[in-house]
């Protein structure tokens, strides 16, 4: 595995042709994404949501939401 700074990545991307730059860009927002996704669920399972959703399901039973 290669391992590069930032600044030689920042000096990679943007030596790239607008093509290239393209298909980085939706790669990116794809492994983005899915990094985020992972987060999400690991903090879902280990109860780091918990409290947020619990205040969103109070402030339902309070009248304070509206549907969408």
């Not at 980085?24 to 996704?37: K, L, P, T, V």
């Not at 399972?45 to 309070?62: C, F, I, P, T, V």
Request: negative net charge.
């Amino acid at each position: 595995m290669v391992f590069m700074t930032l600044n030689e990545l920042e000096n990679a991307i943007t030596g790239l042709s607008p093509d290239e730059l393209a298909r980085f860009r939706a790669w990116f927002a794809q492994y983005d994404g899915e990094m985020w996704d992972q987060q999400i669920e690991a903090d879902a399972l280990a109860g780091r949501l918990d409290d947020l959703a619990e205040a969103a399901l109070r402030a339902h039973r309070e009248g304070k939401t509206r549907e969408l």
